[in-house]
């Protein structure tokens, strides 16, 4: 068994950190995709980090690393200063789409993964789902199945899947980009609460400027293909943040600017 290297004084604060890390793929004409180019990052306890970027620049990637879903190709992904090798208790992950299991009701979908990993529910399980519920809005619905509700509801259902173990990091990769413009400004609040409710690192990928200003303590704007950290920008909004954070001066300052570095990234 390899040894696990101790943390560092220089990371021992940050919760996942990339050093020097790359990703090259190789394609089916077998070419090499380079995904990610010398990444350097470090996320904080508790913080809040939107990733945004052209389209295949790597933010998706980011998130399978830190998920343990795949080994760089160069570099180290870190979490608590431990090189990430598997899929780790510590994390839940949130996709684009929902991934209800349309046979299960709405609570079994929030408890399966328990089920799924030790081949069974406790009533400890049961408990903590049913008070995730209620945290979402859902409390009404746990024996209804995905089918009779609505997308926002069943991202819901999703995000309390990904609760329930109550992960010290939160991966979610755009996870309302399938929802309507109103669903989408109402999930982002709803997350905000849980999250000020029941804080953890979260890393969210999203390609909405205005979702990455609400929600984020900080974002990290990626260049196009090969994937690089080209910025990393503050956001000094006020918490918590409501409807009128959408019309601060700051916040419409920041995404024109942000806008303007997206746009200006071209692929090279
Ligand atoms: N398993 C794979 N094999 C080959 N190429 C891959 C693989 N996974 C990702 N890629 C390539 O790596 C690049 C980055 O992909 P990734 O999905 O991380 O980008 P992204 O920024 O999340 O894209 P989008 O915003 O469109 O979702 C893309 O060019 C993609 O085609």
Same mark, same amino acid.
């Given at each position: 068994?390899?040894?696990?290297?101790?943390?560092?004084?220089?990371?021992?604060?940050?919760?996942?950190? %990339? !050093?020097?890390?790359?990703?090259?793929?190789? /394609?089916?004409?077998?070419?090499?995709? *380079? =995904?990610?180019?010398?990444?350097? #990052?470090?996320?904080?306890?508790?913080?809040?980090?939107?990733?945004?970027?052209?389209?295949?620049?790597?933010?998706?990637?980011?998130?399978?690393?830190?998920?343990?879903?795949?080994?760089?190709?160069?570099?180290?992904?870190?979490?608590?200063?431990?090189?990430?090798?598997?899929?780790?208790?510590?994390?839940?992950?949130?996709?684009?789409?929902?991934?209800?299991?349309?046979?299960?009701?709405?609570?079994?979908?929030?408890?399966?993964?328990?089920?799924?990993?030790?081949?069974?529910?406790?009533?400890?399980?049961?408990?903590?789902?049913?008070?995730?519920?209620?945290?979402?809005?859902?409390?009404? %619905? !746990?024996?209804?199945?995905?089918?009779?509700? /609505?997308?926002?509801?069943?991202?819901? *259902? =999703?995000?309390?899947?990904?609760? #329930?173990?109550?992960?010290?990091?939160?991966?979610?990769?755009?996870?309302?980009?399938?929802?309507?413009?109103?669903?989408?400004?109402?999930?982002?609040?709803?997350?905000?609460?849980?999250?000020?409710?029941?804080?953890?690192?979260?890393?969210?990928?999203?390609?909405?400027?205005?979702?990455?200003?609400?929600?984020?303590?900080?974002?990290?704007?990626?260049?196009?293909?090969?994937?690089?950290?080209?910025?990393?920008?503050?956001?000094?909004?006020?918490?918590?943040?409501?409807?009128?954070?959408?019309?601060?001066?700051?916040?419409?300052?920041?995404?024109?600017?942000?806008?303007?570095?997206?746009?200006?990234?071209?692929?090279?």
């Amino acid at each position: 068994m390899s040894a696990v290297p101790a943390p560092t004084a220089s990371n021992a604060g940050l919760v996942i950190e %990339f !050093a020097g890390v790359g990703q090259t793929f190789t /394609s089916s004409d077998g070419s090499p995709v *380079v =995904a990610l180019q010398d990444v350097n #990052l470090g996320l904080r306890r508790h913080e809040f980090v939107s990733v945004i970027g052209p389209s295949g620049c790597g933010k998706s990637t980011l998130l399978r690393l830190v998920g343990g879903l795949l080994r760089p190709t160069s570099g180290t992904v870190s979490i608590f200063g431990m090189p990430v090798t598997e899929p780790r208790d510590e994390i839940g992950f949130a996709f684009q789409r929902p991934t209800l299991l349309p046979w299960l009701d709405v609570l079994d979908n929030v408890t399966f993964p328990m089920r799924h990993k030790y081949g069974r529910v406790d009533a400890r399980d049961t408990a903590r789902a049913q008070e995730l519920l209620a945290v979402t809005g859902l409390a009404d %619905f !746990a024996r209804k199945r995905p089918a009779e509700l /609505s997308g926002g509801m069943q991202q819901r *259902v =999703a995000i309390a899947r990904a609760l #329930l173990h109550d992960p010290d990091i939160l991966l979610m990769d755009e996870p309302f980009s399938a929802l309507d413009a109103l669903t989408r400004d109402e999930m982002s609040f709803e997350l905000l609460r849980i999250w000020s409710e029941r804080p953890k690192t979260v890393v969210f990928v999203t390609h909405s400027i205005q979702e990455a200003l609400l929600l984020s303590d900080r974002i990290v704007v990626m260049s196009a293909r090969p994937g690089r950290v080209a910025e990393i920008i503050d956001v000094p909004l006020p918490r918590p943040r409501n409807l009128a954070t959408l019309s601060d001066p700051v916040f419409t300052h920041l995404a024109n600017e942000i806008r303007v570095k997206v746009f200006s990234r071209k692929p090279e």
